[in-house]
């Protein structure tokens, strides 16, 4: 008899596509995924503002959704945050046939503060909220993935990170060229003797300090965009800063020198070892290939 495993997956976005295209790979689930992908693609746009739909929320809630049907996407509304906190349409859940273990995915707003709290054995989330909330503070940086679990302490949590999903973006530091000395890149050397601003994400200080490492982050007051404001253009502002790119092109396009990549920013498989048991090791080799680029270690 098949088995069927809850995996705690983001709602949607970035990470919640890469976890669906891994499933679609492994099994054969590459019209689910599409579906998925592509309503959630439309309804951000409806949010957004740069589609109209025809009909209400809940209207097309109704046409997406087939709940009596485990193997067919479901989804939910919640309030987004932006002005106004418009209806957005979210995924709920999807069960996929993957080799012998079906996989239940379950949509959660944080799948990683659902494995905190036990709910789940697996899930996917950002590597970002791991460094956030868990990852100890060093005077060495952070500089792989691989490396997050040792910066785990045991009586924090009982979660651990498994694999990446290798969606990978990098946390980058850019700067003006008037903020560097003659001849430098913007890199954690050059931090080592930099004091002034560094602009970030008001909510990545935890990581950003992860990641240079407290020796490098001392004479460093962190700035923060303002409501509205371009990330790069508050970074050529201050004139250093810590930035997600991918290409760097909208960060020349200001008149930044884009630097050392940082960390990556990656969806990765995360483990409750408490709640593990022999279907949920049976699931993660489904993920955590011989293949994978990120080789990390549980215990």
């Known amino acids: 008899m098949t088995e069927t ?17 891994r499933v679609a790979d492994e099994g054969d689930a590459q019209q689910v995924a599409d579906e998925i992908i592509s309503t959630l693609r439309y309804e951000k746009a409806v949010t957004k503002g740069s589609q109209v739909a025809e009909h209400g929320a809940y209207e ?24 106004g906190k418009p209806r957005r349409i979210v995924f709920d859940s999807v069960t996929v046939p993957v080799g012998d273990v079906n996989l239940r995915l379950v949509g959660r707003e944080e799948p990683f503060r ?3 709290k036990h709910e789940f054995a697996l899930g996917f989330d950002s590597a ?66 930099y004091e002034g601003p560094l602009c970030i994400s008001p909510r990545y200080e935890r990581l950003v300090e992860a990641v240079l490492g407290t020796r490098n982050t001392e004479s460093l007051d962190f700035s923060y965009p303002v409501e509205d404001e371009e990330e790069e253009a508050a970074i050529a502002e201050d004139g250093v800063g810590v930035y997600l790119t991918v290409t760097g092109s909208t960060a020349r396009e200001h008149g930044l020198v884009v630097g050392e990549e940082l960390f990556p920013s ?12 022999e279907i949920a090791e049976h699931a993660k080799e489904l993920f955590a290939t011989d293949d994978s680029e990120t080789e990390i270690a549980i215990h």
């Open 114 to 116: 659902a494995l905190r």
């Open 5 to 21: 495993i809850p995996v705690a997956v983001p709602r949607k976005g970035r990470p919640l596509e890469a976890v669906l295209q």
């Open 60 to 83: 097309r809630l109704a046409d997406y959704s087939t709940p009596e049907e485990e193997t067919k996407p479901d989804f939910t509304v919640l309030c987004d945050d932006r002005a």
């Open 266 to 277: 990656e969806t990765v498989l995360m483990e409750n070892y408490e709640e593990s048991g």
């Open 128 to 193: 970002d909220l791991v460094l956030e909330e868990v990852v100890g503070l060093r005077p060495d940086p952070l500089t792989r993935i691989a490396d997050v679990n040792a910066r785990i302490d045991p009586h924090d949590t009982d979660v651990r990170v498994v694999a990446g999903m290798g969606d990978t973006v990098y946390h980058t530091l850019m700067a003006t060229p008037e903020s560097l000395p003659q001849g430098e890149q913007p890199t954690r050397d050059f931090l080592a003797n």
